[in-house]
């Protein structure tokens, strides 16, 4: 190397596990010509998940809009694109307003009124203006935790284990993480002490917490916050002033499992919340689109100005000029799908139907090996893409991440070890993301069962 630069010590200190040293080895053995099953990451379509043909279909029209004219896709697809390019006035290839084209924030709007059964008469509508579009449910943390943390003594606190994106990004604008741990043997549900200690030993720190994240279905968990844990962080949130980041990409994938929205529970109580949603996941699973939003009530005003917090969020929103046009349009698709009545309303309902049933089949099937191996426990209910057992044995001196190195070189399975999302401390576990075909899921996880009972034996 030619020259040395000082970078942003804070850049070099965020981790990101999910890409971190097990998935590096993947890559190196996969160089070496051996095979990996990458469950490290839920990322569908990498491991053969097949596109909602609808959406592909108006896609493909959107960035080729005379391909409707040669004929070929359904009367309803060229409608839904025809709509969309009028409704967008621009297409794909221009800038857009910075927190994204209004009519796709109004049918966000009108999609959480209904899922949360606003239209009926109760609850709040949701605001259009208060929608933000933004690539991926990142970006929309990054503007708000970027916007609320002006040093070390803000904290944010965070169930542990967590998605890394929350740590990373509080590591990166240099606040600090306020652990909570919700109660693993009791399904990763939560009580009130679990987050009043933490806040109280903060604050004996001199750390002034400002949001509480609540991740709903789990990563790395897979765990469905059931509605009471829902009100305590609501009301503790109340109580200590802070924001709720719900994390809520995971909202389809309950299998079946009743899921409420923090926004239905809150009602009108005056408690900001800022919402996430996303194309990544659900029966779509659409990550390399970079489609989300963040939709926020009650936003608090912002000390010493005439703005609120809200306002901040679309200036940040402006430097970065707009979201990128696919995946707010994929957005629009996610929240309205096609018509009701239409043949691509059959196959849109058999697709979903198919890919759920058989991500749920998957984590059914990988739960009935981990009953092969010796002391390892998997809590909470099925929701999300992941497992997330408990390692209760393993040999002397060892912990999961050599668990997950050895598991990976000799089964070729790409896991991520428990500390990467962080644990209880003396705990141990792993993630599998449950995506791969069931092929070769029959074909690793006896390879595994054997692995495990030899390795913890
Ligand atoms: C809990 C959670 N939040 C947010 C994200 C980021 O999603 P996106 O692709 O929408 O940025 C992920 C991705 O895995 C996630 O698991």
Avoid at 11 to 36: H, K, S
Avoid at 42 to 53: E, H, K, M, S, V
Avoid at 132 to 146: I, P, W
Wanted: glycine share 12%.
């Amino acid at each position: 190397m030619a020259q040395a630069v000082t970078v942003n010590p804070r850049v070099l200190e965020m981790e990101y596990a999910v890409r971190g040293p097990i998935p590096q080895r993947a890559a190196e053995m996969e160089r070496e010509g051996r095979r990996t099953i990458p469950c490290n990451i839920g990322n569908p379509q990498a491991l053969g998940q097949r596109p909602i043909t609808f959406y592909r279909q108006v896609l493909g029209l959107l960035e080729d809009p005379a391909g409707a004219g040669r004929g070929g896709v359904p009367a309803e697809v060229a409608e839904t694109a025809r709509f969309m390019l009028e409704a967008s006035r621009t297409g794909t290839g221009a800038y857009t307003e910075s927190a994204g084209f209004r009519f796709v924030r109004e049918a966000v709007a009108r999609f959480i009124d209904r899922r949360d059964g606003v239209e009926g008469g109760s609850g709040v509508p949701s605001d259009p203006d208060l929608i933000l579009l933004t690539d991926g449910a990142s970006g929309g943390v990054n503007y708000l935790l970027d916007a609320l943390i002006t040093g070390p003594d803000d904290g944010v606190l965070v169930p542990i284990p967590q998605y890394p994106l929350y740590s990373a990004t509080i590591a990166r604008c240099g606040g600090t993480l306020v652990p909570f741990y919700p109660d693993e043997d009791a399904g990763w549900n939560l009580r009130r002490e679990h987050l009043v200690e933490p806040l109280e030993d903060a604050r004996s720190r001199g750390i002034t917490v400002k949001a509480v994240v609540a991740i709903n279905p789990g990563n790395p968990t897979g765990a469905i916050l059931d509605d009471e844990s829902i009100r305590e962080i609501i009301a503790v949130a109340r109580e200590w002033e802070l924001c709720i980041v719900a994390d809520e990409v995971y909202q389809e994938n309950t299998y079946g499992r009743p899921w409420s929205s923090f926004a239905k529970i809150l009602g009108r109580e005056d408690v900001p919340l800022f919402s996430l949603h996303s194309v990544s996941k659900g029966f779509y699973g659409e990550c390399g689109h970079r489609g989300g939003y963040m939709e926020i009530r009650n936003p608090p005003a912002v000390e010493g100005t005439g703005l609120s917090l809200a306002d901040i969020l679309l200036k940040q929103a402006s430097v970065n000029l707009c979201p990128n046009t696919v995946g707010q349009f994929l957005v629009y698709l996610m929240v309205s799908g096609p018509p009701a009545g239409t043949p691509s309303f059959a196959l849109f309902e058999t697709e979903r139907r198919a890919v759920l049933g058989d991500l749920e089949a998957k984590a059914d099937m990988i739960k009935g090996y981990f009953g092969q191996m010796e002391g390892l426990r998997c809590f909470g209910e099925t929701g999300a893409m992941y497992l997330f057992p408990r390692l209760e044995r393993l040999p002397e001196g060892t912990g999961d991440f050599e668990y997950c190195m050895a598991l990976l070189e000799e089964t070729g399975l790409v896991t991520v070890n428990g500390a990467g999302f962080g644990q209880a401390p003396g705990t141990h576990h792993l993630r599998i993301a449950f995506l791969p075909p069931f092929d070769l899921i029959r074909e690793v996880m006896p390879r595994w069962v054997e692995f495990h009972n030899r390795h913890v034996g």
